[in-house]
């Protein structure tokens, strides 16, 4: 029996094969399995900050937690990538941040409350 690995250490071909995103700004990110993996366990346990109801928190939740069994299984970024119909991987991970810095502000906004007065008569009414 070898030496344990980590999740993330399971395949060399888990790191990015490719030497340029194409993407004009988007750097290549050296281990985006470990990338990803962080930033999804992350944003499961920033969304327990938000009320179980709240419909963003279950799509989300449902979301990541089907992203993230995905990636455990992948045996490299292309398949990955295939998986969730990405382009490129870094664009996954851009998108997991984002997503993440949302998570934050949720709270501070709550919209999940009701509205503190009603909205205008007329705000979905087009055109004006």
Not at 12 to 30: A, D, F, Q, Y
Not at 55 to 83: G, M
Not at 119 to 126: E, G, H, L, M, T
Request: with cysteine; glycine share 4%; hydrophobic share 40%.
């Amino acid at each position: 029996m070898g030496k344990r690995r980590l999740p993330w250490q399971r395949l060399n071909s888990l790191n990015s094969p490719r030497m340029i995103t194409g993407i004009v700004g988007r750097e290549i990110v050296k281990d985006p399995y470990f990338s990803l993996h962080k930033l999804y366990n992350t944003t499961l346990t920033e969304l327990k900050t938000l009320p179980e109801s709240y419909p963003y928190r279950k799509e989300t939740e449902r979301l990541t937690k089907e992203r993230l069994s995905l990636l455990e299984k992948a045996k490299s970024v292309v398949e990955f990538e295939d998986a969730v119909n990405a382009r490129c991987i870094e664009n996954v991970i851009q998108e997991a941040k984002s997503e993440l810095l949302l998570i934050r502000k949720l709270p501070a906004w709550a919209p999940w409350e009701p509205l503190v007065g009603d909205a205008p008569a007329d705000q979905w009414k087009w055109p004006i």
